[in-house]
């Protein structure tokens, strides 16, 4: 849990720290390009230690098809152990993917049936010099 609000304040941190004119320019230029990002996804679909070693575990997330309750609880989290590895998106899968950056450090993936019944999100953030997953929710239908 203490990881978990750790993360929470360092993006909060570097979400909310609004830098002079001056530094703007070289803080744009030390971000991360979308182009950096997508390397590091494909990277951590084809490389399985690469992949644990960029996760935040206990991961905050949602297991697929979860039951009402533990939607509710909000309470679940990814560990080592329940970990499943994840693939590359398969483009013939029925679902369509979208990325959105939030900020210039943090991308929500989502991924949606085309019936528009079913859905999974990731949320990726730049720390430490480098990309991580920090959150998972699995395969659920979509609340509408």
């Not at 750790?6 to 002079?20: G, Q």
């Not at 703007?24 to 070693?53: G, I, V």
């Not at 152990?81 to 210039?104: A, H, I, M, Y």
């Not at 943090?106 to 990309?131: P, Y």
């Amino acid at each position: 849990m203490n990881r978990v609000l750790s993360l929470f304040a360092v993006v909060l941190l570097a979400t909310a720290c609004k830098p002079s004119d001056s530094t703007d320019q070289s803080q744009s230029e030390d971000a991360p390009s979308f182009e950096a990002f997508m390397t590091f996804y494909n990277r951590f679909h084809q490389d399985s230690a690469f992949q644990m070693d960029h996760i935040l575990f206990p991961l905050e997330g949602l297991p697929s098809y979860a039951d009402s309750s533990m939607l509710q609880a909000r309470e679940f989290r990814w560990t080592r152990d329940n970990w499943k590895l994840q693939r590359g998106f398969d483009v013939t899968s029925g679902f369509e993917r979208e990325f959105t950056p939030v900020t210039e450090r943090i991308i929500v993936e989502r991924m949606v049936h085309e019936s528009g019944d079913f859905a999974m999100e990731r949320r990726w953030a730049f720390l430490k010099e480098d990309w991580y997953l920090i959150y998972y929710a699995g395969i659920n239908r979509v609340q509408q």
